[in-house]
């Protein structure tokens, strides 16, 4: 499988039913892990897609269990469409969702509230929410990472 598959699947997998925007912004958000000049993402993924998107524990549809279950909504579940290639592509291009900026991760609290904070180190800080994502910038603590 190409990277631009992995990515298209991994982004159908993580925010197909988000719309477009959605999709685009948590696009970006591993574009920035590629493309981050230090910390844990330069060292773990040292700038290749497929090492970021395939680092352990970093995005659930990339795990085969979550909470010791099997995890039905995986990257191998179901094929991308072209919609997901075309954002895949549009990320590729160097194109950044402006309401994502450097954005280093997102989640979804499945709330109407985002943490001030995230991931649980406090490496991260809320920037933005977009759908149902919390979208959050590295703090100076990331760079400890």
């Not at 709330?111 to 959050?136: E, L």
């Amino acid at each position: 499988m190409t990277d631009r598959e992995l990515f298209a699947r991994l982004i159908k997998c993580e925010a197909g039913g988000e719309g477009e925007s959605g999709m685009k912004a948590v696009a970006t958000v591993v574009m920035n892990r590629v493309h981050v000049s230090y910390g844990q993402y330069l060292r773990t993924g040292q700038g290749n897609l497929r090492k970021v998107i395939t680092e352990p524990g970093e995005f659930t549809c990339m795990m085969s269990r979550v909470y010791g279950e099997v995890n039905p909504q995986t990257v191998w579940a179901s094929s991308p469409e072209q919609i997901h290639y075309d954002i895949a592509d549009w990320a590729l291009a160097g194109n950044k969702h402006s309401g994502v900026g450097d954005c280093l991760w997102y989640y979804n609290p499945f709330s109407p509230n985002c943490a001030r904070f995230f991931p649980r180190n406090g490496s991260g800080s809320f920037f933005n929410r977009i759908g149902d994502h919390c979208f959050y910038l590295p703090t100076p603590r990331y760079a400890q990472t």
